[in-house]
C-alpha cells in the first residue's frame, strides 16, 4: 500500500518569505509527527497530532512554526518569514495505533532558504 | 546532557566483521527502544525494536538494559548493504527521541 507522501520534495525560497509543506499519511494512521533534520545532526521532533487536534507542540522552534491537520489526515506545516536557520529536511512520519508502535516516515521535503 | 547519546562514529568495518554500536537515554521514564537506519540523504526506516530480554533478527541482535539505561546493537557478518546510520531512538508517551546516529562504512 501507499506510503508517507510529502510535497513538495525540494523548496527553495527567499528569507522572509512563508513556506507550507504538506504530509499525506498512511491511510487510517490516526497519529501523526512533523520533525527536521538539519545537515549532519540528529532528528529534531517538532509537533505531534492525534487525530486533529495537537497534544504536543513542544518542538516548535518558534512562532513563526505552526502545523494543522485536516479531517484526521493531511496535514500542512506552516513557515512564516522564514529565516537561513530554518534551513533542514523536514520529515513527516505516521503510526497505527497497534502493537507495532512503529512510525514510519516520509521522503522528506527539503528546504533552502537564501 | 543530551537525551540521546551515540558515538557518532564513522565506524569503518570489513566486510564480514561483527560490528556493535551502544547508546544512552537520559530519561528512566522512557517506554519503547528503536534501531532505526537511515541511508544518505533518505528517510529513518525502522530495523528492529529493542525488549529488555535482547532480541535477534538474522544477524542483528539488540539488547537493553532498563538499570543502566542503555541500548545496544550487534550487527554480524556485516554487508556492504549494511553502510548507514544507525539512530538510536527512545519513546516517551507520543514523542520519538534520537539519537544523532552512528555511521557505519562496510569496506570490501
Known sequence: ?114 | RKEVEQDPGPFNVPEGATVAFNCTYSNSASQSFFWYRQDCRKEPKLLMSVYSSGNEDGRFTAQLNRASQYISLLIRDSKLSDSATYLCVVRGNEKLTFGTGTRLTIIP
Open chain 1, 1 to 114: 500500500g501507499a506510503g508517507v507522501s510529502q510535497s513538495p520534495s525540494n523548496k527553495v525560497t527567499e528569507k522572509g518569505k512563508d513556506v507550507e509543506l504538506r504530509c499525506d499519511p498512511i491511510s487510517g494512521h490516526t497519529a501523526l509527527y512533523w520533525y527536521r533534520q538539519s545537515l549532519g545532526q540528529g532528528l529534531e521532533f517538532l509537533i505531534y497530532f492525534q487525530g486533529n487536534s495537537a497534544p504536543d507542540k513542544s518542538g516548535l522552534p518558534s512562532d513563526r512554526f505552526s502545523a494543522e491537520r485536516t479531517g484526521g489526515s493531511v496535514s500542512t506545516l506552516t513557515i512564516q518569514r522564514t529565516q537561513q536557520e530554518d534551513s533542514a529536511v523536514y520529515l513527516c512520519a505516521s503510526r497505527d495505533r497497534g502493537p507495532t508502535d512503529t512510525q514510519y516516515f516520509g521522503p522528506g521535503t527539503r528546504l533552502t532558504v537564501l
